[in-house]
């Protein structure tokens, strides 16, 4: 049971990061288009939610070098979209934590695997 729960909170983390890496990514160029987008980082906010969730259930079980890529990277990410909810200022940040958060992810879905097999 220990298994599935892990790689459930594994497939989320790697799911919302990715998502999100997306978002951030390709918003900016639909924001060009006249469709009358705007960026709203409640959305961001969202998906760091998510992810916090993730890797405070992973940080129980998962090695130091696993732990410490999430955490650095979640830091990354809230910087990012605090410092644009309050000062208004879009930090790239968010692009690394978003990167950092997949690794992190992929390789603690990868040790738990190699781990029980």
């Not at 998510?50 to 405070?56: N, T």
């Not at 990354?76 to 909810?85: A, C, F, G, R, V």
């Not at 978003?98 to 879905?109: F, T």
Request: aromatic share 10%; charged share 10%; with cysteine.
């Amino acid at each position: 049971m220990k298994k599935t729960t892990t790689s459930f909170y594994d497939i989320l983390g790697i799911s919302s990061a990715t998502f999100c890496l997306v978002h951030c990514l390709i918003f900016p160029v639909l924001t060009i288009l006249p469709l009358g987008l705007i960026h709203n980082p409640i959305i961001d906010l969202i998906f760091a939610s998510f992810g916090l969730f993730a890797i405070i259930k992973i940080m129980k079980k998962s090695s130091l070098l696993v732990s410490s890529i999430l955490v650095v990277s979640m830091g990354l990410i809230w910087i990012s979209i605090l410092s644009e909810i309050i000062f208004k200022i879009h930090l790239d940040l968010i692009y690394l934590g978003g990167i950092g958060m997949i690794i992190g992810h992929l390789l603690n879905y990868k040790l738990h695997k190699k781990e029980n097999h």
